[in-house]
């Protein structure tokens, strides 16, 4: 079952969510996975003129997912919280800083491009 733990507001106007999808694996012994999500509109400021807006949308779609899951593996139960928050600790340490600068959802849509399209395309730039 996915549950949404936590909404983390980024300074970029990003909003990420938290998923628990922790599942028992033996016995006492869980896999605490949470999966991390953020919605990035593909809009007309991160290309120049309206038609290579147009065909990244068509490629891509309204909007693109940032997706990332982060596991730890041989929680007993009564650690499941503990470990979930230490794990969210963490991203947020690491991850949250990158994730929040201004460029991010530009330079995220354009990845997605590329690898959408499987070539490098300059000229979206």
Do not use: W
Not at 67 to 92: H, L, N, Q, Y
């Amino acid at each position: 079952m996915k549950t949404c733990v936590r909404k983390i507001e980024l300074k970029n106007s990003l909003t990420l969510l938290v998923h628990d999808t922790t599942r028992r694996y033996y016995e006492d012994y869980h896999l605490v996975r949470l999966e991390i999500e953020c919605e990035i509109a593909v809009d007309e400021a991160f290309f120049e003129g309206s038609g290579k807006l147009a065909e990244a949308r068509r490629m891509l779609g309204d909007s693109v997912t940032y997706r990332r899951t982060v596991e730890k593996m041989g929680v007993p139960f009564v650690e499941i919280e503990s470990a979930r928050d230490d794990i969210i600790s963490s991203f947020i340490a690491t991850s949250v800083p990158y994730l929040s600068h201004e460029d991010f959802p530009r330079k995220f849509v354009q990845s997605e491009l590329k690898k959408s399209s499987g070539k490098k395309i300059r000229s979206f730039a």
